[in-house]
């Protein structure tokens, strides 16, 4: 749980950012980036803290995470491209014309981390 509590307030911060900018849209264009990059903050302590983690673990299971990320940053990579390249293309994606915003982001890399931990585990076991 200490190692996820990062997370948890990335994605608090993330769901005050779209309700505040949502019900503001006539605040400038400065202020509202400000609050759209409020998540990054504590999405690097939460990076931190992953590193943290990592370090305190055996060969093993060092090894999972370190793939389980790798599958994750690569995925979400792909995943935040294909978006892209079909939302300029002009396919309607719900929303995502735009790639992939900060929250949708890290949701994306954590369920990839999720799938890659489970193939990662299953391969050494």
């Not at 400038?28 to 590193?51: D, E, K, N, Q």
Request: proline share 2%; aromatic share 12%.
């Amino acid at each position: 749980m200490r190692l996820n509590r990062w997370l948890a307030v990335a994605t608090a911060v993330y769901l005050v950012e779209l309700f505040l900018t949502r019900r503001h849209p006539e605040w400038s264009v400065t202020v509202r980036s400000m609050f759209a990059l409020a998540p990054l903050v504590p999405g690097l302590l939460y990076i931190r803290a992953c590193m943290r983690f990592v370090v305190g673990l055996d060969e093993l299971q060092r090894r999972i995470q370190i793939e389980a990320w790798l599958f994750s940053a690569i995925g979400t990579v792909f995943i935040g491209i294909t978006i892209s390249t079909l939302g300029a293309s002009g396919v309607h994606l719900g929303g995502l014309e735009h790639g992939l915003g900060t929250g949708s982001a890290f949701m994306v890399a954590f369920v990839l981390w999720l799938v890659g931990s489970a193939i990662a585990s299953c391969r050494f076991k």
